[in-house]
Every structure is written in structure tokens, then in C-alpha cells.
């Protein structure tokens, strides 16, 4: 049965592509008038543009290192204390000189032989006696005086970390780009037109 309709088909077609080629050569031959008549129109493809975006690039991350940023910073450092230094000075000696009682003043009886050769007897005053006496005095005692030395400080540099090592994330966005593209809208086609004529 699917063998018949095939065939049936077949035959269908056939004589349908002669009657054109007929009605073709009869046209031709100034046989085909009016609405008879069928030409064959050709219609060309139809393109339209259409815009693609599409990735240049895709998305990236990048890691880059900054380095420690170092500030110099100046310092004030003792480097010697304060001192006292003692200054002795030994005390001040005179040598004074007196005068001293040695013996006091008496009286004494004394006999004796005037011109004649008679005994007298008398009191004699005997004037007391002096004599000089050195000793060593002290003028002024021994002192210490102190003499302050001020401290001794100095300016010395030194290098300090402000900000350490870090690494740093950048994120680079992807990169796109539009660009346009023809595509087919409509294959052309192929077709009979009834003649107007």
C-alpha cells in the first residue's frame, strides 16, 4: 500500500512538472494568454544584522606585594648621667703666739750687809714672769663643695616600621566587545506566479 502511494506520487509530480514545461514551451511559442499563463519568480534570500557581545577577556584577579613603608625617627638617648663631683678643701691653720704667766709676782724677804757691815733685812717685790707661747689654731674647718655635671644626651636615628608588607587583591572586571553579524532571515525561494497578462 505505501509502495502505491509512492508510486502514485511519483506520477503525480511528474506529470505536474510536464504540464509546467508544456504551459513553459506553449508560453514561448506565444500560446499561453491571460490567466493561463505562470511565470517563475525568484525571491532572493532575505539577511538581517544582529549584534553579539561576546568576551574579549574574562574576569582576572591580580595580586601584587607593597612593600613595608620605613620612617626614620630621631631619638634622644643619655649617654652620660648627671654627676656631683666633691671638691675637699682642707682646713686653715694659724700659728698664734701668747703671752703666758710663767711665774706670778711675790715678794721675797732678803737679808743683807750695808756699807758698814751691818745685816739689814727687807722685802723685795719679785715682778711676776712672762713668756711667749706659739700653738696652731684652726682658721677655718675643712669643707666639700659639690659641682653638679650636667647629663650628656646626644641625638641618634633609627629606622621604624609604618606600614608592614601587605598583599594587595585587583579584581580586573571581564572585557566585552558588540559586534554584528549577518544571519539569514529568509532562505530565497522559488515559486509560480498567475500571469497578469
Known amino acids: 500500500m505505501a509502495r502505491s502511494l509512492s508510486s502514485s506520487r511519483i506520477i503525480a509530480a511528474t506529470a505536474f512538472s510536464t504540464a509546467l514545461l508544456l504551459g513553459m514551451s506553449a508560453a514561448e511559442a506565444g500560446g499561453c494568454r491571460g490567466s493561463a499563463c505562470y511565470n517563475l519568480v525568484t525571491a532572493p534570500p532575505v539577511y ?3 549584534d553579539e557581545t561576546y568576551q574579549v577577556r574574562p574576569a582576572q584577579v591580580q595580586r601584587r606585594v607593597v612593600p613595608a613603608e620605613y620612617e626614620t625617627v630621631t631619638d634622644t638617648v643619655m649617654i652620660a648621667p648627671e654627676r656631683r663631683i666633691p671638691h675637699r678643701r682642707a682646713a686653715v691653720y694659724e700659728t698664734v703666739t701668747e703671752k703666758v704667766l710663767v711665774a706670778p ?3 721675797r724677804w732678803e737679808v743683807s750687809r750695808d756699807a758698814w757691815g751691818n745685816t739689814v733685812g727687807c722685802w723685795v717685790d719679785v715682778p711676776a714672769q712672762y713668756g711667749y707661747q706659739s700653738r696652731r689654731v684652726e682658721v677655718s674647718p675643712a669643707t666639700v663643695e659639690y ?3 650636667p647629663a650628656v644626651y646626644t641625638q641618634r636615628q633609627r629606622k621604624v616600621m609604618v606600614r608592614p608588607t601587605e598583599v594587595v587583591r585587583e579584581e580586573i572586571p571581564a572585557v566585552y566587545e558588540t ?3 549577518q544571519v539569514l532571515v529568509s532562505p530565497g525561494s522559488q515559486y509560480w506566479s498567475r500571469s497578469r497578462y
Request: overall charge positive.
Open 147 to 149: 659641682e653638679t655635671v
Open 48 to 50: 538581517g544584522t544582529i
Open 179 to 181: 559586534r554584528q553579524r
Open 105 to 107: 709676782a711675790t715678794r
